[in-house]
């Protein structure tokens, strides 16, 4: 997943900061000086074709963002960078509070098409195909560049948005850890159908667009990957012992026991609560213990004396 390394903060809006990775600028530059001409009478519309592509990802990250601060979770942090954008939230851990988390963001892309619609429309009454050809082909790009982007993220593999929201459905059922995994399996399957893809794309001639879709066709691999060994780790935690004596301040949970807290120095996992804190390997002393369930932070000194009770899957 993206990160802040390589990005720069370009503002700050609703205590949410928004961070420009910089390989943005360079496909910016290479896709303009590539498609000059081919599509405007004038090279700046193309400029500004790129801005609304900007501004449409933006927009459907901050749907995420904010979907998420409505149902109690943290959102604070939006990186933008050639693949699409990424918003960083951590819902709290119920499949109500992550699917709205995760469909705000096509919600917001479903809402543009009868925007753009109208002015796509308005601009044909106005007969500006004749008059004014370069406003009407921006009207029309940015209306098939929003319901693509819709589309595409709406497509049952993960980690896109419709994997995540199939994940999300399925834990109401399944419960977490099993949501998680039926949903990486589907995404592997998708990552097969876009391998296929790009093979018949490069045969076909069009080497730059298969390089591209294989770059990201990777990028998903990687992520289903990783959901499935998070999916497994789920597993393990939600069968792990519990130790009754302690429980999380903010969801009431026993933590497990076992080595499922990991050492930000030495990169090692221990039981935080079997050494109090403190990393054995590396003697890091931590002020606050995270809770694997809901991921709340909190000092050991809370964990101890609230009412215990079993993770809900």
Known sequence: MPTRRGSFRIF??????????????????????FLRFHRYQSPVWYVIEYLALFAI?????????????????????????????????????????????????PLVNVALVPVFSVFWYCSHLLGWPATYPDIEQFLKTIWAINLGLLLFNMLPVFPLDGGQILRSLLWFVLGRANSLLVASIVGFVGVAGGA????????????????WFGILDAFVAMNCWRGLKQAL???????????????????????PVGEFWGCSRCRRNFDTFLTQAVCPHCNAQYNVTACPFCYSLRPMSEWSGSQATQPNP
């Open 12 to 33: 700050r809006f609703l205590g949410i900061d928004v961070y420009l990775h910089y390989s943005w600028i360079l496909i910016a530059i290479l896709r303009i000086e």
């Open 57 to 105: 990802v933006l927009t459907h990250e901050f749907g995420h963002a904010l979907a998420c601060r409505q149902v109690g979770g943290q959102a604070n942090q939006i990186v933008l960078w050639p693949l699409g954008g990424v918003a960083y939230v951590s819902p709290p851990q119920r499949p109500g509070a992550m699917l709205w988390s995760i469909a705000a963001g």
């Open 196 to 211: 296929l893809f790009v093979a018949l794309t490069y045969f076909s001639g069009d080497n730059v667009s298969a390089l």
């Open 233 to 255: 780790a789920l597993g393990r935690l939600e069968k792990a012992p519990r130790r009754p004596e302690f429980s999380c301040p903010a969801c009431h949970t026993s933590p």
